[in-house]
């Protein structure tokens, strides 16, 4: 059985940072992409990042692209998102995800965290 739990979630001002944690159980971690989405009230489901099983093949939505930054430590099963600079509108539920069905950057995975809340103040 896959688990995958999120941490590091909460409130910052403007221009603040977070670093979000995802740790995995289960073997499928270090064969995988995994990736970070994101869910703001009334809204779909959008891609945030996402980051090659080998570490070096690494994509970020346009909306974060220089912002934030995602990366992996194998050996501790672990995914970061680290996000800086934030902004209000990066206001949602944050969700890591393992094991992709299709595209990287479509909400379509196997595995789903129960997801961290990261709220901006401005």
């Known amino acids: 059985q896959v688990q995958l739990v999120e941490s590091g979630g909460g409130l910052v001002q403007a221009g603040g940072s977070l670093r979000l944690s995802c740790a995995a159980s289960?073997?499928?971690?270090?064969?995988?992409?995994m990736s970070w989405f994101r869910q703001a009230p009334g809204k779909e489901r959008e891609f945030v990042a996402a980051?090659?099983?080998?570490?070096?093949?690494?994509y970020y939505a346009d909306s974060v692209r220089g912002r934030f930054a995602i990366s992996r430590d194998n050996a501790k099963s672990t995914a970061y998102l680290q996000m800086n600079d934030l902004k209000p509108e990066d206001t949602a539920v944050y969700y890591c995800?393992?094991?992709?069905?299709?595209?990287?950057?479509?909400?379509?995975?196997?595995?789903w965290g129960q997801g961290t809340q990261v709220t901006v103040s401005s």
């Open positions: 289960g073997r499928v971690f270090n064969r995988n992409t």
């Open positions: 995800a393992a094991v992709p069905k299709s595209d990287y950057d479509r909400p379509a995975y196997d595995y």
């Open positions: 980051i090659r099983r080998d570490g070096t093949n690494l």
